[in-house]
T-cell receptor
Framework: DAKTTQPPSMDCAEGRAANLPCNHS???????VYWYRQIHSQGPQYIIH???NNETNEMASLIITEDRKSSTLILPHATLRDTAVYYC????????????FGSGTKLNVKP | NAGVMQNPRHLVRRRGQEARLRCSPV?????VYWYRQLPEEGLKFMVY????????ESGMPKERFSAEFPKEGPSILRIQQVVRGDSAAYFC????????????FGSGTRLTVV
């Protein structure tokens, strides 16, 4: 699976959009980009995933660059409850179904 | 429709005792994964199981740790002769195994070895 690089921490004002970047320059053509988050001491929570097209769901939007070497997770209106560690993971299908969690980005949403 | 259920939520064991952690996957999910998270660290993959089979245990310590996912009942992660370094949060996840699906995680079991 491709390695990902994320900033260790970011701050965001409550009510503003949070844009979390992820670099995955060695991603292969069949690897998907997944985002999870872990709110303090809880189990990781799935947010969104995509292959090449931008994706949106009720939680967030995922923007993948055309060359697929980087992506951005967007939380459109961050709330205090969005304070968490956000993990960007790339994985090929049928690759033992393992997700490798790196260090992630600690998002601090401030009032 | 219950998610992944892990029990107990908290487990305290003395050094040398055995710890048994249980995980009931989402109904219909036949793939189970165990992860360990040491304090202030990220999640580390331990083992991947399907019903009655261990598919990948490359992240499991070679000694004292074992896992099973029987045909009936929950998946069990067993740690024998626990040591203080085993103190961690242990998370179980399940999936349908289909290529595009992510995992559903449980709330974890926090093991404290005293």
């Amino acid at each position: 699976d491709a390695k990902t690089t994320q900033p260790p921490s970011m701050d965001c004002a409550e009510g503003r959009a949070a844009n979390l970047p992820c670099n995955h320059s060695t991603i292969s053509g069949n690897e998907y980009v997944y985002w999870y988050r872990q709110i303090h001491s809880q189990g990781p929570q799935y947010i969104i995933h995509g292959l090449k097209n931008n994706e949106t769901n009720e939680m967030a939007s995922l923007i993948i660059t055309e060359d697929r070497k980087s992506s951005t997770l967007i939380l459109p209106h961050a709330t205090l409850r969005d304070t968490a560690v956000y993990y960007c993971i790339v994985r090929a299908p049928y690759n033992f179904n393992k997700f490798y969690f790196g260090s992630g980005t600690k998002l601090n949403v401030k009032p | 429709n219950a998610g992944v259920m892990q029990n107990p939520r908290h487990l305290v064991r003395r050094r040398g005792q055995e710890a048994r952690l249980r995980c009931s996957p989402v109904k219909g999910h036949s793939h189970v994964y165990w992860y360990r998270q040491l304090p202030e660290e990220g999640l580390k993959f331990m083992v991947y199981l399907q019903k009655e089979n261990i598919i990948d245990e490359s992240g499991m310590p070679k000694e004292r740790f074992s896992a099973e996912f029987p045909k009936e009942g929950p998946s069990i992660l067993r740690i024998q002769q626990v040591v203080r370094g085993d103190s961690a949060a242990y998370f179980c996840a399940s999936s349908q195994g289909t290529e595009n699906y992510g995992y559903t995680f449980g709330s974890g079991t926090r093991l404290t070895v005293v």
